[in-house]
Every structure is written in structure tokens, then in C-alpha cells.
């Protein structure tokens, strides 16, 4: 479960500003919402979804060394965060007994498309196309060129059996799917995409690249269950910090597999509470290595920064500082040292300029990096980013801005 500390930010807000804030009216709103709306309950998954995701992923492992993910926005990043974070950044580059996973679809660069179709090489693939919509350009651009490459290499037969489909029941995928023979995995309709990580939308490349999805799930659950004060308390926290003139909110961890789960969170919340020309503007940092960018900056410049830490209380490895005679210098007297213990430092000596530099600090605190952890901080975040956009009076589920550049480029291309 995701615990939550505001010490950081107690020089900025009071206890008594946040328990001013009513959490209650908008987690009924929730609710209601769970039951028509847009946040995934983690109770829905069942065995009858775990096997159906299982036996799909089980057959690409089986015919692929690589799986191309086709989508872009909240169909692609949580997959691509889950992998970075439960694995790591480098999944692609590891030794490993399952396919590489590539992501395309998520930008409309032919120099990018024709890299990814490089990487691919001579290697077997499958391609999974990820759209709730069925219709969004940047992944049919992408499906029109991994259809033709599949359909050359693996005949008629072949795109059938290697291509898969996830969307909406009803969308124009769904319904190419059924038309043309592709297997497909149906995205709860009540969902919306930013949303829908602990779907068959995150599942499936999750379990290709073979993470645990009932430990996932099982996390999301526990957090489900036992984390809505929590969630509160950081919601409420953004928006007393939001009326005081903190209008961005700078999410920052020190482990660089958290990179993507950053990117994720950006769009959760920046489409969630981005509208009605109100909102707190999300950006990453990936510490330490953006200190040397960021660093001056979040320190001495404009005032109107808050910053959220990630924390994790176990590491999966913990190498130490390698002593000898081999490289004497000034810092040679932390030989022997664990890097852990370097990383908290760095957090604690940041944490402390930061707040002394005007950046009220709030903190996520989690056990470890693990398939469950991530369940539960993808959970924590839809609900908490909910809570949040509901306290400040926007509806946490459109996202009605989006379509004004896809209206500009439609017309653009004559479409
Ligand atoms: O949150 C959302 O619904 C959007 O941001 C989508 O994730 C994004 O636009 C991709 O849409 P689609 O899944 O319909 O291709």
C-alpha cells in the first residue's frame, strides 16, 4: 500500500487547511462513477480475464521474439511503465526467455517507424493494436504498416494468427477484428484509456513480458480496498497547495525505472484535471540526473513548484561503493558504503534544499519495486487524480481539449 507524508509540506499548509478540504462529497461522486464511469475496480478481474490474457500471451511468447504494441496515450504508456518499473528500462537489452516488447503507434515520425521495423530485423513478431477509440491516427498509421509487414511475411493466414486487438466493444477495430479474423481482447467500455493500465489494455504486454498479473492485480486490490484515506490525504494536500499558488506539481524519483511510470502519471493527471482553464500542470524529474538540469531552477526559481517524492523502502539490489587503492580521492571514505544508503541520502539532502528553497515536498512511500507495488500505486494515482479533479469541480473523465488538434490535422490531410 502507498503511505503518504505531508511533512515536507508542513511549512506550507496546515493539518487544519487539509481536513478543511471535504473528500467525502467527491468520493461519493466516485462511487457513482465506479458504477457508470471511468475508474477501473479492481475486483472485476476474474480467472475467467487472467486465463483469457494468460493464453494469449502464452501463444505470442511461443510464436514471437518480439511483440510491437501499437498505441499511443493511456493506451500505450502504462504497459510501457509497468514493464520499466516492475523489470526495468533495459528489458529489451536483458537476457531473457520472453519476446522483446517495442512500442509504435505512438507518434507519426517515419524515421521512428522505420527504426522500430529495423529492430525487428528478421526476427518473428506479433503486434498487439491498443485503441479505445479504434480510430485515433497515430496507431491506424502504424496498424497499416505492421498489417502489410505481417501479411508479406506470414501470408494471409499468418496476420490473422500473429495480429491482436484491443479495444472497445463496437469500435471500428473491434469490428475489422471480426471482419478480417483477428483475435481480440475487449476493453471494458466504462473505462477511459488514461484509466485503463489494470485492463487487458496494461495486462496483456504485461504478461508477454512475463509479469505476474495476479500479483499486479493483487495490489491494485489491497490498495482498492485499504487506500482511500491515503489517497485523500494526498489529493486534499494538491489542492490546499494549488490555492496557495502552487500550480505545478513536480513528480520526481530517484530510481530511473520509475521514468515511464512518470510519463503515465503525467497524462493521468494532466488530462484528468487540465480544463476550465484550472488545473496543477504535472511534470517529471528523474533524479538525480535531472538535478543537474532542473536542479536550479526548482531551487531559485519562480515560486510556484510543489514537489512529490517516490520512495522505496527495499531496494532489488544493493551493490556497494567498491573500496582499494585504485582510485583514491575525496570522497574515498565512502568505500564499503550501500548505494541505498546513497540514494536516501541524496532524497533526504534534496527533500531538505527544497523546502528550504520554498518547494513544499509530499512523499509517496512504497515497500519495493515489484509487480504489486505497481498495482497499487497505478490505483492510488487514478483514484487520488479523482478525488483531486472533483475537490476543484472538474469532471476527472473527459478529456474534451484533446480533439482540437486531431480536428486541425484531420482537416489538414483532407480526411
Ligand atoms: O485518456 C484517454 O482516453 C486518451 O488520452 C487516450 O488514451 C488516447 O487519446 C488514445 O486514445 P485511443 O485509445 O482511443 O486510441
Same mark, same amino acid.
Given at each position: 500500500?502507498?503511505?503518504?507524508?505531508?511533512?515536507?509540506a508542513?511549512?506550507?499548509?496546515s493539518?487544519?487547511e487539509?481536513?478543511?478540504?471535504?473528500?467525502?462529497?467527491?468520493?461519493?461522486?466516485?462511487s457513482?462513477l465506479?458504477?457508470?464511469?471511468?475508474?477501473v475496480?479492481?475486483?472485476?478481474?476474474n480467472?475467467?480475464?487472467?486465463?483469457?490474457?494468460?493464453?494469449?500471451?502464452?501463444?505470442?511468447?511461443?510464436?514471437?521474439e518480439?511483440?510491437?504494441?501499437?498505441?499511443?496515450g493511456?493506451?500505450y504508456?502504462?504497459?510501457?511503465?509497468a514493464?520499466?518499473?516492475?523489470?526495468?528500462?533495459?528489458?529489451?537489452?536483458?537476457?531473457?526467455?520472453?519476446p522483446?516488447?517495442?512500442?509504435?503507434?505512438n507518434?507519426?515520425?517515419?524515421?521512428?517507424?522505420e527504426?522500430i521495423?529495423?529492430?525487428?530485423?528478421d526476427r518473428?513478431?506479433?503486434?498487439n493494436?491498443?485503441?479505445?477509440?479504434?480510430?485515433?491516427?497515430?496507431?491506424?498509421?502504424?496498424?497499416?504498416?505492421?498489417k502489410?509487414?505481417?501479411?508479406e511475411k506470414?501470408?494471409?493466414?499468418?496476420?490473422?494468427?500473429?495480429?491482436?486487438?484491443?479495444?472497445?466493444?463496437?469500435?471500428?477495430?473491434?469490428?475489422?477484428?471480426e471482419?478480417?479474423?483477428?483475435?481480440?481482447?475487449?476493453?471494458?467500455?466504462?473505462?477511459?484509456?488514461?484509466?485503463?493500465?489494470?485492463?487487458?489494455?496494461? @495486462?496483456? *504486454?504485461?504478461?508477454?513480458a512475463?509479469? $505476474?498479473i495476479d500479483?499486479?492485480? &493483487? +495490489?491494485?486490490?489491497?490498495e482498492?480496498? =485499504?487506500g482511500?484515506e491515503?489517497?485523500?490525504?494526498?489529493?486534499?494536500a494538491?489542492?490546499?497547495?494549488?490555492?496557495?499558488?502552487?500550480?505545478i506539481?513536480?513528480?520526481?524519483?530517484?530510481?530511473?525505472?520509475?521514468?515511464?511510470?512518470?510519463?503515465?502519471?503525467?497524462?493521468?493527471?494532466?488530462?484528468?484535471?487540465?480544463?476550465?482553464?484550472?488545473?496543477i500542470?504535472?511534470?517529471?524529474?528523474?533524479?538525480?540526473?535531472d538535478l543537474?538540469?532542473?536542479?536550479?531552477?526548482i531551487?531559485?526559481?519562480?515560486?510556484?513548484?510543489?514537489?512529490?517524492?517516490?520512495?522505496?523502502?527495499?531496494?532489488?539490489v544493493?551493490? @556497494?561503493v *567498491?573500496?582499494?587503492?585504485?582510485h583514491? $580521492?575525496?570522497?574515498?571514505?565512502? &568505500? +564499503?558504503l550501500d548505494?541505498?544508503?546513497? =540514494?536516501?541520502?541524496?532524497?533526504?539532502?534534496?527533500?531538505?534544499?527544497?523546502?528550504?528553497?520554498?518547494?513544499?515536498?509530499?512523499?509517496?512511500?512504497?515497500?519495493?519495486?515489484?509487480?504489486?507495488?505497481?498495482?497499487?500505486?497505478?490505483?492510488f494515482?487514478?483514484?487520488?487524480?479523482?478525488?483531486?479533479?472533483?475537490?476543484s469541480?472538474?469532471?476527472?473523465?473527459?478529456?474534451?481539449g484533446v480533439?482540437?488538434y486531431?480536428?486541425?490535422?484531420?482537416?489538414?490531410?483532407?480526411?
Amino acid at each position: 500500500m502507498v503511505k503518504v507524508d505531508i511533512s515536507g509540506a508542513l511549512g506550507f499548509l496546515s493539518e487544519d487547511e487539509i481536513r478543511a478540504i471535504d473528500t467525502s462529497k467527491p468520493l461519493k461522486e466516485l462511487s457513482t462513477l465506479y458504477e457508470n464511469g471511468w475508474t477501473v475496480v479492481p475486483s472485476n478481474y476474474n480467472d475467467e480475464l487472467a486465463t483469457q490474457v494468460k493464453n494469449i500471451a502464452e501463444k505470442i511468447q511461443n510464436e514471437s521474439e518480439v511483440l510491437v504494441v501499437l498505441g499511443i496515450g493511456g493506451s500505450y504508456l502504462g504497459a510501457r511503465a509497468a514493464i520499466e518499473y516492475i523489470i526495468s528500462p533495459n528489458y529489451n537489452m536483458l537476457p531473457k526467455e520472453t519476446p522483446d516488447i517495442l512500442f509504435a503507434g505512438n507518434n507519426v515520425s517515419g524515421e521512428y517507424l522505420e527504426q522500430i521495423i529495423e529492430l525487428i530485423g528478421d526476427r518473428n513478431f506479433s503486434v498487439n493494436v491498443v485503441s479505445k477509440s479504434g480510430s485515433t491516427i497515430e496507431t491506424a498509421i502504424a496498424l497499416r504498416f505492421f498489417k502489410s509487414m505481417l501479411s508479406e511475411k506470414y501470408g494471409s493466414q499468418g496476420l490473422k494468427d500473429r495480429l491482436y486487438v484491443t479495444s472497445d466493444i463496437g469500435s471500428p477495430l473491434i469490428k475489422l477484428a471480426e471482419s478480417e479474423g483477428y483475435a481480440y481482447l475487449e476493453m471494458p467500455p466504462e473505462v477511459g484509456g488514461r484509466y485503463s493500465v489494470l485492463t487487458v489494455v496494461g @495486462l496483456l *504486454p504485461c504478461a508477454v513480458a512475463g509479469i $505476474d498479473i495476479d500479483e499486479l492485480m &493483487a +495490489g491494485a486490490k489491497d490498495e482498492f480496498e =485499504n487506500g482511500v484515506e491515503e489517497a485523500c490525504l494526498y489529493a486534499a494536500a494538491r489542492q490546499v497547495l494549488y490555492r496557495k499558488g502552487k500550480k505545478i506539481e513536480m513528480l520526481a524519483c530517484f530510481e530511473p525505472a520509475f521514468r515511464y511510470t512518470g510519463e503515465w502519471w503525467k497524462q493521468l493527471f494532466g488530462e484528468s484535471e487540465g480544463k476550465e482553464s484550472i488545473g496543477i500542470f504535472p511534470a517529471y524529474a528523474d533524479y538525480s540526473a535531472d538535478l543537474h538540469s532542473l536542479g536550479q531552477l526548482i531551487q531559485e526559481g519562480e515560486r510556484t513548484l510543489l514537489e512529490t517524492f517516490v520512495s522505496f523502502e527495499k531496494p532489488r539490489v544493493n551493490p @556497494l561503493v *567498491p573500496g582499494g587503492d585504485l582510485h583514491k $580521492d575525496k570522497i574515498s571514505t565512502i &568505500a +564499503g558504503l550501500d548505494m541505498h544508503k546513497i =540514494n536516501e541520502s541524496a532524497s533526504v539532502a534534496v527533500k531538505k534544499a527544497h523546502i528550504d528553497g520554498g518547494v513544499p515536498v509530499l512523499e509517496l512511500c512504497l515497500p519495493e519495486m515489484s509487480a504489486k507495488s505497481f498495482g497499487a500505486l497505478a490505483y492510488f494515482f487514478m483514484r487520488s487524480v479523482a478525488v483531486s479533479a472533483l475537490i476543484s469541480g472538474v469532471n476527472p473523465f473527459g478529456q474534451p481539449g484533446v480533439e482540437a488538434y486531431k480536428k486541425n490535422l484531420f482537416s489538414i490531410l483532407g480526411l
